[in-house]
């Protein structure tokens, strides 16, 4: 691939599309409250979300938009922020990870309540990139953070929601 080739181009157009993917996702988890499967239909119609430390896994679109109206109901305030993304483009599939940082804005503070990153694997679907997988990955300590002190008790609902999608 060369500088201003058409698959240069083509590479460089996908890249920007799905950092365009990345930012609707946040918007729609955390602003589009009555709205939970337009989260959902950020991912493919058999898309998957899995939370490997607490062994989550939601898959499709109807189960997507569940979680998204769970994760409404269970954690109001919360706040998505992606950072330092790459992504490894391969015809109409590509993978990627970036930084997540999440805020949980209540009446009494702005919490910084998680840090880690999201392993993605994306498809093209006409002229759009979806999620195929989505992985959510924290460092080890992280799960000490929503489990105690006032995050763990803003989470608690939250956890016991996440029970039904529990595998393994």
């Known amino acids: 691939m060369t500088p201003r080739d058409d698959n240069y181009l083509q590479a460089a157009a996908d890249r920007s599309m799905i950092q365009d ?11 589009e409250i009555g ?3 337009l989260w959902a239909s950020l991912f493919t119609p058999d898309g998957r979300f899995e939370i490997p430390i607490m062994k989550v896994v939601v898959e499709g679109r109807a189960a997507l938009t569940e979680f998204a109206a769970g994760l409404h109901r269970t954690i109001p305030g919360l706040h998505h922020v992606m950072t330092n993304s790459y992504v490894d483009i391969d015809g109409d599939s590509a993978t ?15 919490y ?3 840090q880690g ?3 993605d694997e994306y498809q093209r679907e006409g002229s759009r990139w979806r999620f195929r997988s989505r992985k959510v990955l924290f460092p080890r300590d992280s799960s000490r953070v929503i489990t105690g002190g006032v995050i763990g008790a803003y989470f608690k609902k939250y956890l016991t929601f996440c029970q039904q999608y529990r595998r393994g």
């Open 96 to 110: 990627g990870k970036c930084e997540l940082n999440e805020f949980l804005l209540r009446p009494e503070a702005i």
């Open 117 to 119: 990153w999201y392993e």
């Open 35 to 37: 709205n939970p499967a």
């Open 112 to 114: 910084n309540n998680l």
């Open 21 to 31: 993917l990345l930012g609707r996702y946040a918007f729609a988890i955390d602003y």
